[in-house]
């Protein structure tokens, strides 16, 4: 039997009448018997409205309340400051007192143990909402941002992923580019020395460093490198928005600054932890950060050494 004839039995109609894009639901082209007559077509890709915001979210670890100039602090931080006057600075906030949870908030939106991270992630206990890793039914800010259209970058610190994965070996799927990043670069741990960070990635894989500059600080390296992802994707793509996660591995532990910054603060606080207290509460009042006749909580009470012990 030919071609044509086993055509007409099986869908009763001539050839030439046929329709081979039924087989291919959603195709919006023309299949035809030949090249010559047939016609392409993509499918749509969700596209973000022409006037799309660019994102930029920082993260600075283990800030205090009044660290930053903006909040009252002594310590001079003119670029997060420049932020803060430009848009609105926040009094009322609530977050998990531990890492890993308040991350998985961050990006996800819901409460951590619904995201499978309520506590710091180290290993899964094997109760729910203690997975140490996002959901795999969870959607990310970044997946959702990536899915309509944005680039997505991240630079620093991720810690969303148990400590059995953090080899090369993986497995990765709660790595940050498994999870909606299309480029990553920083530390996967906890925590790193930012004169020399033990252990460093970039996408899927480790950074092979056999020594570090004499001058190098993560903290300079996680800008360098939130600048070129950012140059990237406006050279490649300069009508594409994008969405970066700045995620500071400062200031949490270990408590480390270049030189230059140690010798510009040095006897700053020999005067005291009350006397700074003090002095950060009349500017947090005179900036209007908090309202007048705001009182201070009674000083800490637990047991431990005072601070002129420690000093």
Not at 73 to 94: K, M, Q, V, W
Not at 196 to 202: G, I, M, S, V
Not at 241 to 252: E, I, L, N
């Amino acid at each position: 039997m030919k071609a044509t004839d086993m055509f007409k039995k099986i869908t009763g109609r001539n050839d030439k009448e046929k329709n081979l894009n039924k087989a291919y639901s959603g195709f919006e082209g023309e299949i035809g018997r030949l090249h010559a007559t047939s016609s392409p077509a993509w499918p749509k890709r969700n596209e973000p409205h022409e006037d799309a915001p660019n994102i930029l979210i920082v993260l600075c670890d283990d800030l205090g309340f009044s660290d930053l100039g903006s909040y009252g602090s002594e310590i001079e931080t003119p670029n997060l400051d420049a932020l803060a006057a430009e848009g609105i600075r926040y009094t009322n906030f609530h977050v998990n007192p531990m890492c890993s949870p308040t991350r998985a908030s961050l990006l996800t939106g819901l409460n951590s143990h619904l995201a499978g991270l309520a506590t710091v992630c180290h290993a899964d206990p094997g109760f729910p909402g203690y997975a140490a890793s996002i959901r795999s039914d969870t959607a990310t800010l970044a997946e959702i941002l990536s899915d309509n259209g944005w680039a997505t970058l991240m630079v620093g610190k991720w810690h969303l992923t148990p400590d059995n994965t953090l080899s090369e070996a993986g497995p990765k799927n709660s790595w940050p580019c498994q999870r909606g990043f299309d480029r990553y670069y920083g530390i996967l741990d906890g925590f790193t020395n930012f004169h020399q960070p033990h252990r460093l990635y970039e996408d899927n894989h480790v950074v092979q460093v056999d020594s570090y500059p004499e001058n190098y600080f993560f903290t300079n390296d996680l800008t360098d490198h939130a600048l070129d992802m950012i140059k990237e994707v406006r050279t490649g793509h300069p009508k594409k928005p994008w969405f970066m996660y700045f995620s500071h591995g400062a200031v949490h532990a270990p408590l480390q600054a270049p030189e230059k910054d140690i010798k510009k603060y040095e006897g700053m606080y020999n005067r005291g932890w009350d006397k700074i207290r003090a002095e950060r509460y009349e500017r947090q009042i005179s900036s209007r950060l908090i309202p007048e006749g705001t009182v201070l909580p009674p000083r800490n009470t637990e047991l431990g050494l005072s601070y002129k012990t420690l000093a």
